[in-house]
């Protein structure tokens, strides 16, 4: 007995997904892959080492430009996890508010910064505890020096800045200390800076 075009029609909708549905179903899909991929880093552990260690030197780049450009003296405090920039303003030191590449930047859990400083010929008689162009009024109270932010490398608008060696080690979560992976920065006297592998050095 032939059908009717009514029962065809009901036929042909039970046979599979309409193109909305299908089109739900690859949307959802694509937001699933993307939370995963966002929450899942593919890196190797090299290789985000490298990516922080890379940062770092195109701040500083940027940095010892902006300061070579608008004749401004700009220093870097480097700490356990984390670093930033300061400008001198004829004054005092100050963080730089108005610029994220130059605000202070923490790594993530499992990175170590080290800072090995050098020294510039001119400032062997300089003592670095009262900072490079830091305010010498006597009033100034044990508490406001504590507050003030002392760079430990120095930008000069000359071109020349504080000799460092800037290690990064990263330790992955749950490994040993010999599964770190280790890079350093490296700059004498003038910039560009360099990226070196120890165990390449070696």
Same mark, same amino acid.
């Given at each position: 007995?032939? *059908? ?29 892959? =993307?939370?995963?991929?966002?929450? $899942?880093?593919?890196?190797? %552990? ?19 430009? #902006? ?9 870097? /405090? ?6 930033? $920039?300061? /400008? ?22 499992? $990175? ?12 062997? &008689? ?7 162009? =830091? ?7 044990? &508490? %406001? ?8 490398? #120095? *930008? ?13 080690? #990263? ?18 006297? #003038? ?5 070196? %592998? ?5």
């Amino acid at each position: 007995m032939p *059908l009717r075009p009514s029962q065809k029609y009901s036929h042909k909708r039970q046979a599979g997904f309409t193109l909305l549905e299908v089109m739900l179903v690859m949307v959802l899909m694509a937001v699933i892959l =993307s939370s995963v991929s966002l929450s $899942f880093d593919i890196r190797s %552990d090299y290789d985000k080492t490298k990516e922080e260690a890379r940062r770092f030197q195109a701040a500083l780049q940027l940095a010892a430009d #902006y300061g070579l450009l608008n004749n401004v003296q700009l220093g870097v /405090i480097v700490k356990k996890n984390q670093y930033q $920039f300061l /400008i001198h303003n004829g004054e005092d030191w100050q963080t730089i508010s108005e610029d994220k590449t130059f605000a202070p930047y923490e790594l993530e859990e499992g $990175f170590e910064l080290e800072l090995t400083l050098g020294e510039l010929s001119w400032m062997e &008689d300089y003592d670095a505890e009262e900072g490079l162009f =830091s305010s010498t009024d006597e009033e100034d109270d044990d &508490d %406001d020096k504590k507050k003030k932010l002392i760079p430990q490398i #120095y *930008l000069f608008s000359s071109g020349e800045l504080t000799p460092f060696t800037v290690q990064f080690s #990263y330790t992955p979560p749950y490994a040993s200390f010999a599964d770190r992976v280790v890079l350093k920065v490296e700059a004498q006297d #003038y910039l560009p800076s360099k990226l070196i %592998d120890p165990e390449e050095a070696s």
